[in-house]
T-cell receptor, first 109, second 115 residues
């Protein structure tokens, strides 16, 4: 129940395409976090969601906190080469933050 | 330099040797964390610390030792390195929970290879 299931595991898209990925769990959460890891670097927080149904944007990125509180979605519009990397969903658990296994985004020229 | 730093960035060692990975943060964050990242497993928590002299196990603590004598430093030691500990290690820090905005800041990582 504590695991976060991300899909897809990896994506190969053409530059300019829109991207959608999601994260699900069997447990209800009060907070969803989305991080991005650029190649060779540590993850960086992109978006934090605190309310069911909440839709939050950060530039071309939009994340939604699912109504059931068991899922979250991240969309990237008009992808560009610098969007390449691994996208992690995460959620706080006590003192810690639990991460999903990530969605690896590849962009074809 | 301000922020969170890790050293070394790359390390090659042999099975059975002791290795220490260093982590330093300049924000005086209360919480510090060590993760390992492996293909197919994402980020797995090894150990974390809520304050100086307070540490606790994470998901995969076996084979690792941590200490936190000073708030700004959180070294991770592999007492007797094994090949299964070949991985990329990330240190992270965060403010105390009551003041936190859930932002956890990660270092640049240490790529460790155990031969």
């Amino acid at each position: 129940g504590q695991q976060l299931n991300q899909s897809p595991q990896s994506m190969f898209i053409q530059e300019g395409e829109d991207v959608s990925m999601n994260c699900t769990s069997s447990s209800i959460f009060n907070t969803w976090l989305w991080y991005k890891q650029d190649p060779g670097e540590g993850p960086v927080l992109l978006i934090a969601l605190y309310k069911a149904g909440e839709l939050t944007s950060n530039g071309r990125l939009t994340a939604q906190f699912g109504i059931t509180r068991k899922d979250s979605f991240l969309n990237i519009s008009a992808s560009i080469p610098s969007d390449v990397g691994i996208y992690f969903c995460a959620r706080p658990r006590g003192d810690k933050i639990i991460f999903g296994k990530g969605t690896r985004l590849h962009i074809l020229p | 330099d301000a922020g969170i730093t890790q050293s070394p960035r790359y390390k090659i060692t042999e099975t059975g040797r002791q290795v220490t990975l260093m982590c330093h943060q300049t924000w005086s964050h209360s919480y510090m964390f060590w993760y390992r990242q492996d293909l197919g497993h994402g980020l797995r928590l090894i150990y974390y610390s809520a304050a100086a002299d307070i540490t606790d196990k994470g998901e995969v603590p076996d084979g690792y030792v941590v200490s936190r004598s000073k708030t700004e430093n959180f070294p991770l030691t592999l007492e007797s390195a094994t090949r299964s500990q070949t991985s990329v290690y990330f240190c992270a820090s965060r403010e105390r929970l009551a003041e936190s905005t859930d932002t956890q800041y990660f270092g640049p990582g240490t790529r460790l290879t155990v031969l």
